[in-house]
């Protein structure tokens, strides 16, 4: 049969400083594939910048917008720049998409992060995004955006520059049958297929659903031999995932996200926000 595989890799990027952490995560899947990677930089538009609530004159108004625009172009020069050299250090030519190589290619977006994933990530095979900081309350947006407004397969990036070549060699999904799951499975099948194995991670399922066997049973049909690891469900299944994921050595966790509401996970701390803030390695997620 016939393998699917990544082509277009959206990496959405400000001045947080994960940049070069994205890019690690984006420049290995991109060498496993030989995709294409968009990085999109956003910076604010000059209205936003305009205080809320606060009567401002015409001409200080235009005055404050032509200040904002040549700020945000010097900016734009320094984050190409630096995304030259990180696209030398990672071995990725800078060209229009080429078939048989990774490429990269960079581009200025006017507006909110948000707005970017929404844009170009529903023509991306995967979006790229940064663990969000709690302390920093930054990358909720983002994430949320990718999740729910993309219809693509977000990769949570781990908080490391060290990136193996080997990412996704051994993938470990989560299932439970739910149509979260199974989402995950669909849209994240090129980074199945390419694994060199594949753990399938098990703790119970929703009612009148497919078995783990049955799961095993249909990736063999598309010539996928993959190992069911059951556990007991104890405590927070997504804390349950990633121990799991270590113990059998699994490098990526594919899972879905959120069956319950991302608002109501994130503060309440559901499977799928204890996953996004404790996860060492990277993973996929779909809603």
Excluded at 45 to 63: A, C, H, N, S, W
Excluded at 125 to 139: M, Q, R, W
Excluded at 185 to 205: C, F, K, Q, S
């Amino acid at each position: 049969m016939d393998r699917s595989s990544l082509h277009t890799i959206l990496m959405p990027m400000r001045d947080d400083g994960r940049g070069p952490i994205l890019f690690a995560h984006a420049a290995a899947l991109a060498k496993r594939f030989n995709a294409h990677v968009r990085v999109v930089h956003s910076h604010p538009r000059p209205e936003d910048m305009m205080p809320y609530g606060v009567v401002i004159p015409t001409f200080l108004r235009k005055q404050l917008a032509d200040a904002s625009r040549k700020r945000a172009d010097y900016e734009e020069g320094h984050r190409r720049a630096a995304f030259l050299r990180e696209a030398e250090r990672h071995g990725i030519s800078v060209e229009p998409r080429a078939a048989g190589k990774p490429t990269a290619a960079f581009r200025e977006y006017e507006g909110k992060q948000a707005e970017v994933v929404r844009h170009y990530g529903r023509l991306a095979d995967i979006i790229c995004v940064a663990k969000p900081s709690k302390e920093e309350n930054l990358g909720y947006n983002t994430l949320k955006s990718a999740l729910f407004t993309s219809g693509r397969p977000v990769l949570v990036c781990a908080e490391t520059e060290d990136v193996s070549a080997a990412i996704g060699s051994h993938v470990a999904i989560g299932w439970n049958g739910s149509l979260e799951a199974s989402r995950a499975v669909a849209l994240a099948m090129p980074l199945i297929e390419r694994a060199d194995r594949v753990t399938i991670l098990t703790a119970g399922l929703i009612e009148h659903t497919a078995t783990p066997e049955e799961f095993q049973i249909y990736l063999a049909q598309r010539g996928i031999a993959a190992q069911i690891h059951a556990f007991e469900r104890s405590g927070n299944v997504g804390r349950m995932l990633l121990q799991k994921c270590s113990e059998t050595g699994a490098n990526m966790l594919i899972t879905g996200a959120y069956h319950d509401s991302y608002e109501r996970e994130t503060l309440l701390g559901g499977n799928s926000a204890t996953i996004v803030a404790e996860a060492a390695i990277p993973v996929v997620m779909v809603h």
